[in-house]
């Protein structure tokens, strides 16, 4: 989840349903709700630039679950600062869980 507030913690339930229903190891949150349209112009451009300066093919940030086997295989260690959430999802892919995400959990 985000420091700044965006996401409800009492969504958690949805956001973990798929996971306990079966259906995925990672679940991930998606906002596309925004009011303010400066904030989706600036993390889309940070999602773009993200893609092209650390060559990494997923990049979302934000509201995420997961079964605690797959986080601990995949949470990278000794990352500074917000890479680490860029680069967990690319360790998600790359150590085959990729078909195991759903992504499409509005919250």
Same mark, same amino acid.
């Given at each position: ?71 601990? =295989?995949?949470?990278?260690?000794? $990352?500074?600062?917000? =890479? ?14 990729? =078909?195991? $995400?759903?992504?499409?959990?509005? $919250?």
């Amino acid at each position: 989840m985000d420091s700044d507030g965006q996401y409800d913690p009492g969504q958690i339930p949805e956001l973990v349903s798929p996971i306990v229903q079966g259906d995925c190891v990672i679940s991930v949150g998606r906002n596309h709700g925004w009011a303010n349209p400066m904030r989706r112009i600036v993390s889309e451009t940070f999602k773009k630039l993200t893609k092209i300066l650390l060559d990494v093919e997923y990049v979302q940030t934000g509201f995420k679950a997961g079964t605690r086997e797959v986080l601990l =295989d995949t949470i990278p260690e000794n $990352v500074p600062g917000l =890479d680490i959430d860029v680069r967990w999802m690319n360790n998600i892919v790359a150590r085959g869980y990729g =078909d195991k $995400v759903s992504d499409d959990v509005e $919250v």
